[in-house]
């Protein structure tokens, strides 16, 4: 009997061992471990870890108005297809920028916000439009958020430059949002 425990113990730990194993790491964390090993000095490595988020955070925006052209009304999935280039364009400038400065970017959004982006899916017809636009207006604003800030503290004038220029689209899409989060509210 003791020998039977044991063995199923074993096999149970042996089996998560497998899948803790087998499990490929995230893109995000792939790309802030080949940044703290490029960058000595504290402050370019804050600045890269800075990049990283706000292209994860673009990646999230993307996933988002994907699930909206997917799944929602035609006036939502519209304004999905309008947004959506707006975000696919500055983190081509991300990217454009992490090459410039030796930076690692992620691939794809995490895995934690593909599936809260995801659970959206799971969201009534009657509920979705106004549900997603709330989720993504609250994700951008806090890219918003994440770029002012940022922006106030960098000593790069190349990073300091590029949010400089990147504020005045992420802010016209803010305000596209918001009308649209209105119109939905107003119905």
Not at 148 to 177: C, F
Request: proline residues 3%.
């Amino acid at each position: 009997m003791k020998y039977t425990v044991f063995t199923r113990l074993l096999a149970i730990a042996a089996w998560t061992v497998v899948a803790a194993c087998s499990r490929p790491p995230e893109s995000k964390d792939v790309a802030e471990e080949k940044n703290r090993e490029k960058f000595e000095n504290k402050t370019d490595e804050r600045d890269a870890q800075f990049v990283v988020e706000t292209a994860s955070s673009l990646h999230t925006l993307i996933a988002l108005a994907d699930v909206a052209i997917e799944k929602s009304s035609p006036r939502t999935s519209n304004a999905a297809m309008a947004v959506k280039p707006d975000f696919q364009s500055l983190l081509s400038e991300v990217e454009v920028f992490a090459t410039s400065q030796v930076i690692t970017l992620p691939d794809e959004a995490t895995e934690a916000d593909i599936k809260h982006v995801r659970a959206l899916l799971d969201e009534k017809a009657s509920k979705f439009d106004e549900k997603w636009c709330e989720e993504i207006r609250e994700e951008n604003k806090h890219l918003i958020g994440k770029i002012e800030s940022y922006g106030a503290t960098t000593h790069d004038m190349n990073l300091k430059t590029w949010l400089n220029s990147a504020l005045p689209q992420i802010r016209a899409v803010q305000d596209k949002l918001v009308d649209l989060e209105n119109t939905i509210s107003e119905m």
